[in-house]
């Protein structure tokens, strides 16, 4: 007989992949798992983390207090989250956990420009930001999208594009020679790279 309850079993792992955080990490395993379940299935854990039970809530879940204290911290309760698809259609759920295509552009941040910038150099890790975009289906079609409108002189300025370039592009993690290839100041480099980020978020939102 087939179980229709599952068990999910957190695991994180420590990286030094600055392109994500520990919290968009959790969301990623936690979300595609929760796409290989099925209509008639239902998930249940045991949160005590505020900002667990926050996204769990934010995707479908349903809590209830544990009636059993043994997951329960001095400064927490423990409550029992679950994720009922037995009576709700499975399709239904993930249109409810995706993102409308057409807020797609409109979610896109200076932060997450930024992120873009700093794995301009790997397609594989742009893939993640491509659902930011309504034409860009994989990563190394973002990259060229960014590539493009980092030498578009009509929309960065010369200094711009210098900056950008050098920061991520030509210098990635070499700040000393990217400002020396700039022929800047430090505090200048950086109040450019600022500016620099908030134009390029601007063109790629248009």
């Not at 600055?18 to 239902?42: C, D, F, N, P």
């Not at 930011?132 to 594009?161: I, W, Y």
Request: aromatic share 6%; with cysteine; hydrophobic share 35%.
């Amino acid at each position: 007989m087939q179980a229709d309850t599952y068990i999910p079993i957190l695991v994180a792992a420590l990286d030094n992949l600055t392109a994500y955080t520990r919290e968009e990490l959790v969301g990623m395993l936690i979300v595609e798992q929760l796409l290989k379940l099925e209509s008639g299935r239902r998930a249940i854990l045991v949160a005590t983390n505020d900002s667990l039970k926050q996204f769990l809530r934010k995707i479908g879940f349903k809590s209830r207090p544990a009636t059993d204290t043994s997951c329960d911290t001095s400064w927490v309760k423990a409550d029992i989250m679950e994720l009922d698809l037995r009576t709700r259609p499975f399709g239904d759920w993930v249109l409810h956990t995706m993102p409308e295509e057409q807020h797609k552009k409109d979610s896109l941040s200076v932060n997450h420009v930024r992120r873009i910038l700093q794995s301009i150099q790997s397609p594989s890790e742009l893939d993640r930001y491509c659902s930011l975009f309504t034409d860009c289906h994989d990563g190394r079609a973002l990259q060229q999208k960014v590539m493009q409108s980092l030498q578009n002189p009509d929309g960065l300025s010369s200094e711009h594009q210098d900056v950008l370039l050098n920061s991520f592009v030509h210098y990635p993690n070499k700040t000393v020679k990217a400002v020396a290839a700039c022929n800047m100041s430090r505090a200048t480099f950086y109040r450019h790279q600022k500016k620099a980020i908030q134009k390029l978020t601007d063109m790629l939102t248009l």
